[in-house]
């Protein structure tokens, strides 16, 4: 009985392995992103979170089926940097710690990984205006023709009025 399950499971883990090396560069790049930590470090928070957004994945990779590992790992990434991030900021003095928790997964999710914005409103449960408005925040603050704010708590990131 084992035997028949092998093949099955060594074929799954073979092509998720591949995923992985193919794409775990750029999602570590993103999760170090969100997490504002220096590229040039360790970066042990980003890659608690890529970690755990990797084993969601492979957990839930037979039920894929047509669905882009990619896109499901990003939104994995999305999802818990969201529900951890406004308990665990502090300056780390990475690229984007100027902004906010918020601010900084707009960003990511619309310019560096380019999910459209009707996406990224429907993942974060915003409105797409809100949406742009905190992109646009975003990039005014990183452009340095706008102050960073100095409120960074939970209905911050999960989409109250600024």
Not at 122 to 138: K, P, Q, W, Y
């Amino acid at each position: 009985m084992r035997e028949r399950h092998a093949g099955p499971r060594r074929g799954r883990a073979q092509d998720f392995e591949s995923f992985v090396a193919g794409a775990a560069g750029r999602l570590l790049h993103t999760a170090t992103l969100l997490t504002a930590e220096p590229a040039d470090g360790p970066v042990p928070q980003a890659r608690r979170l890529l970690t755990a957004s990797l084993a969601r994945t492979f957990a839930d990779w037979e039920r894929l089926r047509g669905e882009d590992p990619y896109d499901r790992t990003r939104q994995e990434l999305a999802a818990r940097f969201a529900r951890e991030a406004w308990r665990h900021h502090r300056p780390r003095g990475g690229l984007l710690d100027r902004l906010t928790p918020q601010e900084r997964l707009v960003l990511v999710l619309r310019l560096y990984e380019g999910v459209p914005e009707e996406q990224t409103a429907a993942l974060l449960g915003l409105a797409e205006d809100r949406v742009r408005a905190v992109c646009n925040r975003s990039v005014a603050t990183m452009r340095g023709t706008r102050n960073p704010t100095a409120r960074r708590g939970p209905a911050r990131l999960l989409g109250a009025a600024p």
